[in-house]
């Protein structure tokens, strides 16, 4: 990670599918500027690749824990991720 950027995989869970939570999260970090993706899980949960400086992907973390006004959040789990260059911010399939 270069140029004060940062990247991080985020792995959310509780009632985070069927709410608008992907098209949620792509309109907020695409409004932040971030950079990476979003899908829904086969287990139930969202994944989320946030990539760009790191007190924007920290605050998109803050937003997610809150999540949009359907969802229940239980828990945000983060990792460090793969930092994808400025492809922009977009959802992908579910894995």
Known sequence: MSGGRTAVLARITGRVQGVGYRAWTVRR???????????????????????GP???????????????????????????????GSTGFGQRATA
């Open 54 to 84: 790191a007190a924007a992907v920290e605050a998109m973390l803050a937003d997610c824990r809150e999540g949009p006004p359907a969802s229940l959040v239980a828990e945000v789990r983060t990792e460090p991720g793969d930092d994808p």
């Open 29 to 51: 970090a695409g409004a932040a500027g971030l950079d990476g993706w979003v899908r829904n899980r086969a287990d139930g949960s969202v994944e989320a690749l946030f990539a």
